[in-house]
Structures are given as structure tokens and as C-alpha cells.
């Protein structure tokens, strides 16, 4: 499903990511996990052309896109859903809204039949309650499962979360963990950036341990966690640990 390719971005003189080779396959959930700065959020941002490699190939369900081709870039964005730690609602359009947005504007939808799939999507992640309340007046967990709803409303072939817990209150962030479990156990294809080590433990197929612009070491949930074999891994687990 997603394919990268000798990847390497460097912002200015500064690089970030250093020769990334990385596979997920069609219906695998793939969690990207490292120190704040290592690179997880830029390699994540790449897989949707949100940023664009300094060289190498990304390939979104068969489709490479280069930093050249704004058409191929524009194409892979439709193939993948990106839901971002800062939710990004229109803060004057409601739940609903917010949900139908991209189909009657990007996919062309009437106006009905947009309702009817935002109705059932807001359904799915639990908050058919308050689908005509505005953010402003929506939890953090609320206005982050409408982001999970609104990027599933595009139909995606992946789907790619950037932290989506890390700015929720605590007892917030289970609301959305749950949502995104569902979707694992549906068979969508995600990657994951987080600091949720027991979510990542439940939900990955495959952890990437990402260490200075690289994959410094990957596997099973049970590896990564019950066998670290990079000093690196074993620090960072350390520290997570102890807190």
C-alpha cells in the first residue's frame, strides 16, 4: 500500500531523514515511534505529499509521486486521510459540517447524500449526539474523532495519524484510541506516530523505532518491546518506562 524509497529531506543544511526504506502493506497497521525530532512526523507528512522528499520515491497504492509532479502529489493526497494532533476543524461549521466539507467540495456530492454518509460516519466514532454543535463547544477527544470522521469521509486507502492523543486530556484519549482500534480491526491500512507504547503494543502489526532520520530498528510489538537489540531502543524504552 505504501512504499518508500532511499528517502532522504533535509530542511536548509539540516537533514532529518537519512536513506528510509520502508513497506506497509495493504491492511497492516504500522506505528512510527522515537524521541521528539527524530524524524516520525516528517516521514509520516511524505507518505501524503505534505512534505515532499529531497530525494528518493514515495508510491501510495501504486501510485509514485516526486517532489516535481504537483499532479502525482495531488493524487496521492486523495488516496490517504491525515488526521493531525491540532484537530484543524472549521471552527464556524458544525460537527456535521465539518464531516461534509470534503464531499460536496472536493468529491461533488448533493448536499443529501453528503448528510447521509457524515450522519453515518459521526455514528461510527460515537458522537451522533452532537453532530450540530460547533468545535468551540466539543471536548478535545470530540473534535478529534470528528477529524478521524472527516478524513474517513473522503474514503481513504490509508490513513495516517500524527499524534492524534498527544494534546487531550487524559482521560480523553481512550475515546479516540477506541475509534482508531475499530478501524484496525476493520482492516484499514494506518500509520501511526504516538507515545502511546501500550495502544502501540495492542493495535501494530510492525513498530518502526525511528533514530535520527532512520528506522534504527523494526518488528513486532513483542520484539520492539520484549527484545530490543539497538542501545538506542533500549534507552528510549528506559526512559518511557520511567514515566
Same mark, same amino acid.
Given at each position: ?9 533535509s530542511?536548509g543544511?539540516?537533514?532529518?531523514? #537519512? ?16 524521541r ?10 511524505m ?11 514515495? /508510491?501510495?497504492?501504486g ?16 488516496k ?29 456530492m448533493?448536499?443529501?447524500?453528503a ?5 453515518d460516519?459521526?455514528? #461510527? ?8 454543535q ?13 477529524g ?9 486507502k ?6 492524534p ?23 484499514? /491500512? ?20 525511528i ?12 520484539e ?16 518511557i518506562?520511567?514515566?
Open positions: 500500500m505504501i512504499e518508500m524509497r532511499d528517502i532522504h529531506k530542511f543544511d539540516k537533514a532529518v531523514i #537519512k536513506g528510509v526504506d520502508l513497506e506497509v502493506r495493504d491492511g497492516e497497521v504500522v506505528v512510527l515511534i522515537g521528539s525530532g527524530s524524524g516520525k512526523t516528517t516521514l509520516l507528512r507518505m501524503n505529499a505534505l512534505e515532499l522528499p529531497t530525494s528518493g520515491t514515495v /508510491t501510495v497504492d501510485l509514485t509521486y516526486s517532489s516535481s509532479n504537483k499532479r502525482s502529489q495531488i493524487a496521492v493526497r486523495q490517504s486521510g491525515m488526521v493531525f494532533q491540532n484537530y484543524q476543524l472549521f471552527p464556524h461549521k458544525t460537527a456535521l459540517e465539518n464531516v461534509m466539507e470534503g464531499l460536496t467540495i472536493v468529491k461533488k448533493s448536499k443529501e447524500e448528510r447521509r454518509i457524515a450522519e460516519l459521526l455514528m #461510527k466514532v460515537g458522537l451522533q449526539n452532537v453532530q450540530h460547533y468545535p468551540a463547544g466539543l471536548s478535545g477527544g470530540q473534535q478529534q474523532r470528528v478521524i470522521a472527516r478524513a474517513l469521509a473522503m474514503n481513504p490509508v490513513m495516517l495519524f500524527d499524534e492523543t498527544s494534546a487531550l486530556d487524559p482521560e480523553l484519549v481512550n475515546d479516540v484510541l477506541n475509534v482508531m482500534n475499530e478501524l484496525a480491526k476493520e482492516g484499514m /491500512t494506518m500509520v501511526i506516530v504516538t507515545h502511546e507504547m501500550n495502544f502501540a503494543k495492542k493495535v501494530a502489526n510492525r513498530i518502526a523505532f533514530h535520527e532520520g532512520q528506522i534504527a530498528e523494526m518488528g513486532t510489538p513483542d520492539i518491546f520484549g527484545s530490543p537489540q539497538t542501545e538506542p531502543l533500549k534507552r528510549f524504552l528506559n526512559v518506562e520511567t514515566h
